[in-house]
Nanobody, 117 residues
Framework: QVQLVESGGGLVQAGGSLRLSCVAS????????WDWYRQAPGKERELVASITTAGNTNYPDSVKGRFTISSDNIKITVYLQMNSLKPEDTAVYYC???????????WGRGTQVTVSS
């Protein structure tokens, strides 16, 4: 069973940058899109970036212009470049492989991002 491992989280001051990585243990069959989600304490998990296998990206207004999702091997890796970080970006960040044909999606275990003011 494919596993996703995130890395790159940590503690950063407001205004700083971090680059998250997510690597799959094997090429993901029937991948539709990669997503990055985040979940802050006491809040629901929210989508912060998506990239389809065609390279189309999508961001909510809360991170648009600050976060960039990318991949250099679309079935194996995905990255999230986060710039101009704010304390409200503090959360556990999860990568998610969205799959076609009713196949079960895959989640990583998450990486903590903490932005100090």
């Amino acid at each position: 069973q494919v596993q996703l491992v995130e890395s790159g989280g940590g503690l950063v001051q407001a205004g700083g940058s971090l680059r998250l990585s997510c690597v799959a243990s094997t090429s993901i069959f029937a991948l539709n899109a990669w997503d990055w989600y985040r979940q802050a304490p006491g809040k629901e998990r929210e989508l912060v970036a998506s990239i389809t296998t065609a390279g189309n990206t999508n961001y909510p207004d809360s991170v648009k212009g600050r976060f960039t999702i990318s991949s250099d091997n679309i079935k194996i890796t995905v990255y999230l470049q986060m710039n101009s970080l704010k304390p409200e970006d503090t959360a556990v960040y999860y990568c998610h492989a969205n799959r076609k044909f009713g196949l079960k999606d895959v989640w990583g275990r998450g990486t903590q991002v903490t932005v100090s003011s």
